[in-house]
């Protein structure tokens, strides 16, 4: 600042008494300077990406978009063109242009009105910052304070003031803000005819705008470029190419490519005040992650109904910092609730709370990856829970129980390491929609009764890859990393993500996802009970990502599962994101490798016969010998549990699944709507738990292999989805019995009583 030099300059001068006074005046004239006025006015909050590039903006406190930015950001067009034609002598002038107030003066004498006001940008500064009457008196002061500005300020800094608060149109203050509004381009990619029509603009805000006035817009701004080409600030040639250049029809959006995104960053603690001078928030948001997010959302949506939606959100694990966020893949598609941001809406989490259930069995010591459990029949409060095919397997690995999503087993280690301590985890892994007791939920909690975010969820897997630490995540750059509190033990979470990376639980078809066996990704599925959401949670090594389908109006969609829709959508974005050959994590230094049962997983004794290795937490993880291999008689005998040696006499195992089919109605039948005839019954053979029946797209069953259907006449598909995705559809026509033709082939109805 100029203040600065002239402080020294009285420091160093011999005549130290004059220049005291000298400086004592200067001090009087700056102490009652109104800076403040000049210096801040009413600006929008804008939140930028990581690199500083907007991603919204909000209205001013006037009301306005003013998106205020630094002299470097504005290129070299605008600055250039406003002094060519504003204020030639801006650079040699001390804040006064006498030669255009001289000029000034003579013009409104002669007219007697006033015509011109020789004011220079300095002066122009201060006329927006302060209202005045126009006077003599006023005139007097704004050149006085000019001056004054002039040695507060640099040049450059004072054409930054000009800019960033020069009314163009409408609700439109500030240069960037022109810019994005007329032409969607920031202040420094503009061309030398878009230059020229915004300083036009600045002659009259409102009588020269381009979508309201366009002829006279276009005029002055020849006539300005013709002005510039004979100034010298352009060549002839370049002022006749920019005249060629169309004038814009209408305003465009400030900017809001995702709103959603900015205001969860807007809304997370504390972030506005970690505002810059100019009102940015530079959020953590990755621009080309987002990017990556909303294309494959939207390239999966592109099968779904218009009213299914999907919402993800990404963590960089080491920094916490949030790299993608989206609310709604369909935001601004003016389709049903586009408006809602999903990825902060409570859901049904179906299977993806299950994981951590497991963590707590291993950080006890209860359970080891390789140990066996039973998947038989128990008893829930009355009612049975069962696995999606509607098979019980008997004895399974821990491993096979979580990587298949067994809920037998999920449950049984619910009851053993308690309902109490399986709450307070999730409560301190960020989960804040746990507001009740864990009796209240019961068993549920295994298997998704309750309710939590995509954030939520997303936060709650990066404990997982953060060692068990649960900390803050990070919404703006300058945010402080937080250390966090343990919320459980490293070993722990290293087994489970093993599990959940063991690549032989993929079904066949998401090899062409996965592509090479170098891709390492942990990743759990989830589906709400009755097809209304469908979720997967991803972790690598360097990022953490939930992935969310579904109706915001909570209806139900027989493509909602988890395994079909959610998981190949964040399966492909974590492949986009992570290197082939990425470093996967490094095990504890607790965590072990022994030989084991093969049959119970148990530490061998010497009745065993076959061993395989598994893993476990050293001096955690219970090291009991075998009991399941016992001798009886002298000779070796298996002793299986109660709950398998029941399970093995009643033969209460299931046959295994078939693929689901529809045996009514008939393929391409014609049907009969008479009096007496108006329900069909709808019956299917096969699937997978609970059968959910849907006419033309809307469910309107749900159970067992049989439903009715009140007919209505016309062409419609029946269709019927088991609770693994796995569906059949024929389509019938129904028809009135007077458009009955003769010998067409009608199928009787049974009668329905």
Not at 268 to 297: M, P, Y
Not at 420 to 448: M, P, Q, V
Not at 583 to 588: A, C, G, N
Not at 611 to 634: A, F, K
Request: hydrophobic share 40%; aromatic share 8%.
């Amino acid at each position: 600042m100029k203040l600065m030099q002239i402080l020294t300059k009285i420091k160093q001068s011999r005549s130290f008494a004059p220049m005291l006074f000298l400086a004592a005046g200067m001090a009087l004239i700056i102490a009652v300077f109104p800076y403040r006025a000049v210096c801040s006015w009413p600006i929008s909050a804008v939140v930028t990406d990581r690199e500083g590039i907007p991603l919204c903006g909000s209205l001013s406190s006037a009301e306005e978009w003013s998106l205020p930015i630094a002299y470097e950001q504005m290129g070299r067009r605008m600055p250039a063109v406003v002094v060519a034609l504003e204020d030639r002598r801006f650079y040699q002038h001390n804040g006064i242009d006498a030669a255009a107030a001289i000029r000034a003066l003579v013009q409104n004498s002669r007219a007697e009105k006033t015509i011109s006001g020789g004011s220079t940008i300095t002066s122009q500064v201060i006329r927006l910052s302060i209202e005045r009457p126009r006077t003599i008196p006023n005139k007097i002061i704004e050149f006085w304070q000019a001056m004054t500005l002039e040695h507060l300020l640099t040049k450059e800094g004072i054409l930054e003031l000009y800019l960033n608060r020069a009314p163009f149109g409408g609700n439109i203050r500030g240069i960037e803000a022109a810019a994005r509004a007329w032409f969607n381009k920031p202040a420094a990619e503009l061309s030398l005819a878009e230059a020229t029509l915004l300083a036009g603009i600045l002659r009259g805000p409102s009588y020269y705008r381009p979508d309201r006035h366009p002829q006279r817009a276009l005029a002055l701004r020849n006539r300005l470029l013709d002005t510039l080409a004979k100034r010298g600030a352009a060549t002839a040639e370049e002022a006749a190419r920019a005249k060629l250049e169309p004038l814009p029809q209408s305003r465009f959006a400030i900017p809001a490519e995702f709103r959603q995104a900015a205001e969860k960053v807007i809304k997370s603690g504390g972030v506005l005040q970690k505002r810059d001078r100019f009102g940015h928030v530079r959020s953590t948001i990755d621009r080309s992650a987002q990017n990556l997010l909303q294309a494959e959302l939207q390239n999966a949506l592109s099968r779904l109904s218009p009213s299914v939606t999907a919402a993800a959100v990404l963590i960089e694990n080491e920094s916490g910092a949030v790299r993608g966020y989206i609310g709604n893949a369909r935001e601004d598609t003016h389709s049903d609730a586009s408006w809602v941001d999903c990825a902060d809406s409570p859901r049904s989490p179906g299977s993806t709370l299950k994981p951590f259930i497991y963590a707590l069995g291993f950080e006890s010591g209860r359970l080891t990856p390789s140990l066996m459990t039973a998947d038989t029949p128990l008893s829930m409060k009355g009612t049975a829970p069962r696995n999606y095919d509607r098979h019980f397997r008997g004895p399974v690995s821990v491993r096979s129980a979580l990587a298949d999503s067994l809920n037998v087993p999920a449950v049984r280690i619910l009851r053993s390491e308690g309902g109490r301590r399986t709450i307070d985890l999730y409560r301190r892994i960020g989960f804040a929609h746990f507001t009740k007791d864990a009796d209240w939920y019961g068993d549920s909690l295994a298997l998704g009764g309750c309710e939590v975010t995509v954030l939520e969820l997303a936060a709650a897997y990066r404990v997982l890859a953060n060692q068990g630490t649960a900390a803050p995540l990070k919404w703006a750059e300058n945010d402080e990393e937080t250390k966090g509190a343990p919320a459980i033990s490293p070993a722990a979470c290293a087994l489970v993500l093993d599990i959940l990376k063991d690549s032989r639980r993929l079904m066949p078809l998401y090899s062409e996802i996965f592509g090479e066996e170098g891709t390492k990704i942990a990743f759990k599925t989830g589906t709400s009970f009755g097809l209304r959401d469908a979720w997967t949670a991803a972790v690598t090594k360097k990022y953490t990502l939930a992935v969310w389908f579904g109706d915001p109006t909570g209806r139900p969609h027989q493509s909602l599962v988890g395994l079909k829709i959610a998981a190949p959508a964040a399966v492909r974005i974590m492949r986009k994101l992570t290197p082939t050959g990425a470093k996967w994590f490094d095990l504890p230094s607790n965590v072990k490798e022994r030989r084991v049962c093969a049959l119970s997983g148990m530490s061998p004794n010497p009745l065993c016969g076959e061993l395989s290795s598994g893993l476990y937490i050293e001096n955690v993880s219970n090291g009991e010998p075998c009991s399941m291999h016992v001798s009886e008689n002298g000779r070796a005998a298996v002793k299986w549990p109660p709950e398998l040696e029941g399970f093995f006499s009643s033969e209460r195992g299931e046959s295994p699944v078939r693929t689901v089919e529809i045996t009514s109605p008939r393929k391409n039948a014609l049907y009969e709507l008479s009096p007496g005839r108006e329900r069909l019954p709808l019956t299917a053979e096969g699937g997978r738990g609970a059968l959910y029946w849907f006419v033309d797209g809307e469910l309107i069953e749900t159970g067992g292999e049989g439903a009715f259907w009140q007919m209505t006449a016309g062409r419609h598909e029946i269709a019927v989805t088991d609770e693994e995705g796995s569906g059949a559809a024929v389509t019938i026509k129904v028809a009135h019995s007077s458009q009955r033709q003769e010998k067409e082939d009608l199928p009787l109805l049974e009668e329905v009583k």
